[in-house]
T-cell receptor, first 112, second 115 residues
């Protein structure tokens, strides 16, 4: 599985867009980019995933570069409840054999 | 719809004692995972089940850890005997089939403290 690199921590002002970068320069053609987050004392929560096109859902947007070597998770209007550790994961599309390998993630703190 | 349910939420035991954690996945989810999360680290896979079959247990320390999912629904993870280094959060997750099957649903975890 490809490895990912994320900044250990970031701050963002409440109400602003939070942009969380992820580098996955060794990603292979069939690997998806997944984002999960983990709020304190809870289990990880799925946010979004994509292969090569940009994706948007009710929680966030995922922007994947054309060469697929990096991506950015965007929380458009951050709230205090978005304070969490955010994990960027790459995983093969063959769900029958996949396992999600978590790194240490980015600790995002939303500042009032 | 109920989420993944784990119990107990917290457990404190002395070293060398046994401990067991229980997980009830989302109804209809055939794939079940047990993850271990140490403080400040991301979750690490211990074992993955497809129905009642353990299809990936390569990271499970089999000398003291065991797991079962007898009827392909709920699952139990056991540690016997527990060591100080086993203090961690044990997370259970499940995944369904069909569209968007990449999403794992996690429980709140069971926090183990070994004294």
């Amino acid at each position: 599985d490809a490895k990912t690199t994320q900044p250990p921590s970031m701050d963002c002002a409440e109400g602003r867009a939070a942009n969380l970068p992820c580098n996955h320069s060794t990603i292979s053609g069939n690997e998806y980019v997944y984002w999960y987050r983990q709020i304190h004392s809870q289990g990880p929560q799925y946010i979004i995933h994509g292969l090569k096109n940009n994706e948007t859902n009710e929680m966030a947007s995922l922007i994947i570069t054309e060469d697929r070597k990096s991506s950015t998770l965007i929380l458009p209007h951050a709230t205090l409840r978005d304070t969490a550790v955010y994990y960027c994961i790459v995983s093969p599309s063959n769900f029958g054999n996949e396992k999600l390998t978590f790194g240490t993630g980015t600790r995002l703190t939303i500042i009032p | 719809e109920a989420g993944v349910v784990q119990s107990p939420r917290y457990k404190i035991i002395e070293k060398k004692q046994p401990v067991a954690f229980w997980c009830n996945p989302i109804s209809g989810h055939n794939t079940l995972y047990w993850y271990l999360q140490n403080l400040g680290q991301g979750p690490e896979l211990l074992i993955r089940y497809e129905n009642e079959e353990a299809v990936d247990d390569s990271q499970l320390p089999k000398d003291r850890f065991s797991a079962e999912r007898l009827k392909g629904v709920d699952s139990t993870l056991k540690i016997q005997p527990a060591e100080l280094g086993d203090s961690a959060v044990y997370l259970c997750a499940s995944r369904g089939t069909g569209p968007n099957t990449g999403e794992l649903f996690f429980g709140e975890g069971s926090r183990l403290t070994v004294l």
